[in-house]
């Protein structure tokens, strides 16, 4: 059973421009994917298809082997992680209240929630006895974007969407957090938008390059260095 699947989807812009065209990829479960590619090149166009954020225009996506569209969106959100830029955290909400926020919606009751936001803080290194009653203007980014993770992952969701979330952080922290990352999501099918070759090679087993909106390379990434497409050449150029 595949996670997510885009059957010759593509997005066209109220101005007529296209965003994606005829996209056609399968993302088995527990797969870890990067989608690499330039600025407008179409991979948050095509991460955000997965939890409906943005509808096609013609094609069709299905989520474990259905339809999109006849799918409860509100339902379907609940069970999918997404970690954004910019964490996007309650201002007014502690650390805990922040990541409680989605197991609150699903009826948990708090033992439960604070059994998870405990174990998950502790994982990424926040433990909740220092942080837990905290709010967001007293972390820094690095801490901010952990608490962000953490309410993603907190309901165990069968997919974590990430968009760009460590591009804002400087490298020491931005490697850190990819290593939580990948330890935290480690059960979890994960879509990770990014325009680092370096980072796609270090998070993700496959990699799929878009440009101008198609997908140009769609790879392992273990074998990107040997693709021939020129923009993947320059791409591991890149990366020294």
């Not at 593509?10 to 056609?24: F, H, I, M, Q």
């Not at 409680?100 to 990424?124: F, I, K, M, Y």
């Not at 990770?192 to 140009?216: K, Q």
Request: net charge positive; glycine share 8%.
């Amino acid at each position: 059973m595949s996670a997510v699947e885009y059957r010759d989807v593509s997005v066209t812009a109220p101005n007529g421009g296209v965003l994606l065209d005829r996209v056609s990829l399968t993302i088995a479960r527990g797969e870890r994917v990067a989608y690499l590619g330039r600025s407008g090149a179409g991979k948050t166009t095509a991460l955000k298809l997965i939890n409906g954020l943005v509808a096609p225009s013609s094609g069709t996506m299905l989520i474990d082997d259905a339809p999109l569209g006849e799918q409860d969106l509100v339902a379907l959100r609940r069970g999918i992680g997404y970690v954004m830029q910019h964490p996007a955290l309650f201002p007014h909400r502690t650390v805990f209240d922040n990541i409680a926020t989605v197991p609150r919606l699903l009826g948990w009751d708090e033992a439960r929630t604070r059994d998870a936001a405990a174990a998950l803080l502790r994982q990424l290194e926040l433990p909740v006895e220092r942080f837990g009653t905290r709010h967001p203007r007293m972390l820094s980014g690095g801490e901010q974007q952990r608490v962000a993770i953490a309410r993603a992952m907190i309901v165990a969701p069968r997919l974590l969407l990430c968009d760009e979330p460590f591009s804002a952080l400087d490298p020491l922290i931005r490697t850190e957090l990819q290593s939580l990352l990948i330890e935290t999501a480690r059960e979890t099918t994960l879509v990770f938008v990014t325009h680092d070759v370096r980072e796609a090679l270090r998070i993700a087993g496959r990699i799929v390059v878009f440009d101008a909106g198609r997908v140009v390379a769609d790879t392992a990434s273990g074998a990107l260095a040997r693709h021939e497409h020129p923009l993947v050449r320059r791409f591991v150029a890149s990366a020294g």
